[in-house]
């Protein structure tokens, strides 16, 4: 009888001793994976500061490239692209886009009605629909039903503008409802959720259109567009090509432009008519700028996107962030 019960104890001390050895384990891989985390954290930390660094020298490198400048041209110290630095444990990269270079989706906002009750076109949607016309031949949609969508988006109104619109009552009905925004666009990236757009078309405009935030006007540095983007020179001119624009674009001075009327004074411009609000949405100077900062530190990376405005006084200010890859 002794001897059983000392079998017993052996066996519940057996017990005891596995259950502890089960929840040192447990324990020892929970405390494993919380120091992971934390050093993860602290490294997605310090590239997010490095990221931040990055846009803090943009601003500087802005400010110092043209200040007293007459012009803005890819020439300057701004424009350098593929910029890598060396840090601790890490790298900092960065690019700076000229938001003056491509089409400022903002523009589209419908203009007030005529007394038929129907806005017309302005020059910037006149733009924008032969810019889908010219590049955009696969969208899924018609250019003037995209305009219009656009347009109707961005207007504070809920009333159709024209054929192919789309207003709150056409969201609403969607499967996942939801409203227009009667206001001007903060990212690119909302024109996702226009009516019918798909992923592919996205893709297509993306390379040529961006959004200038709190800014509904068009402007088009002739300066810094380049021969991937001059098709917006075409798109802006009705009777220029978009090779003569490329050619425009490729014979342009290392330095630009120094007026808008040098550019109209190339013989490939002779003859053209242009009317005086086309004529104003031309320019040889920028005012907003697009920062995308991609920092390293260790294992860990962060990508940081930043519209920057640099005002009359040189001073450069940040208008809006993104956190992450693109939009």
Known sequence: MPCRQRGVALVAVLMVIAIIVVIA?????????QLQRQQNVQQQQQAFWYAMGAEQF????LARALAGQETVNLSQDWALEG????????????DIRDLRSCFNINALQNTAPDNGGRAEQSAAQKAFQRLLEL??????????????????WLDEDSLLSGAGSAEEDDYASLLFPYYSANGLMASVSELRVILDMTPADYQLLLPFVCV??????????VNTLTADTAVLLAALIPELTEQSAQEIIADRPEQG?????????LPALAGMTVEDDVKNML?????SFQL?????YLESGFILTSVLKINDNNQVSVLARRFGGQG
Do not use: C, H
Request: hydrophobic share 45%.
């Open 58 to 61: 943009a601003r500087v490198l």
């Open 292 to 296: 995308t900062a991609t920092a390293a």
């Open 283 to 287: 320019t040889v100077k920028s005012d």
């Open 257 to 265: 432009f120094g007026t808008v009327d040098e550019l109209f004074a």
């Open 25 to 33: 384990v447990s324990m020892t891989g929970r405390l494993q994976l």
């Open 212 to 221: 200038v935030p709190e800014d509904g006007q068009l402007l088009l540095n």
């Open 83 to 94: 910029a890598t630095f060396p840090v601790e444990n890490g790298t900092i990269a960065g």
């Open 135 to 152: 590049k955009a031949g696969e969208l899924t949609m018609p250019a003037e039903y995209l305009t219009s969508r656009i347009g109707d």
